[in-house]
């Protein structure tokens, strides 16, 4: 049996029937400020369209795109793509509701883990005497 998710002694459920400022008291007191101040409009009217698709039996093709990687990951968002910029392209991710309450961008890295391989030509004293071809 799959245990019930709760975030701070309330169900799902519960936290999607919450507007922002109850929600806001439930979080830290980081989370609860930038949520007090005021969260970016245009992001929450996406959130809106999205989740009225959902409610209307038909998922959203597209995911919701957006460069706000400081974004606080609201309750209406859970079950919804979204796609977060890196810095160069669109990284996408479906948000579950152990995420809600984080900052969208700590779920997309911004650097590439590195790969180390064989040196290149030219980098060590053995392969200045290659031939490059």
Do not use: C, W
């Not at 409009?41 to 990687?69: C, E, F």
Request: glycine share 8%; hydrophobic share 40%; proline share 5%.
């Amino acid at each position: 049996m799959a245990k019930e998710f709760m975030y701070m002694g309330k169900a799902l459920n519960e936290l999607q029937a919450m507007s922002i400022e109850d929600f806001a008291k439930l979080t830290t007191s980081r989370t609860r400020r930038s949520l007090l101040r005021g969260v970016d409009k245009s992001m929450l009217l996406k959130i809106a369209a999205a989740q009225s698709l959902v409610k209307a039996g038909t998922p959203p093709i597209k995911p919701i795109r957006t460069h706000l990687r400081h974004f606080i990951i609201l309750p209406p968002m859970v079950g919804l793509k979204i796609a977060v910029h890196r810095g160069n392209t669109f990284e996408q991710f479906e948000v579950q509701p152990e995420m809600v309450g984080h900052r969208v961008g700590e779920y997309i890295l911004t650097r590439k883990p590195t790969k180390h391989g064989k040196a290149g030509i030219g980098s060590t004293k053995s392969s200045s005497a290659v031939t490059v071809k």
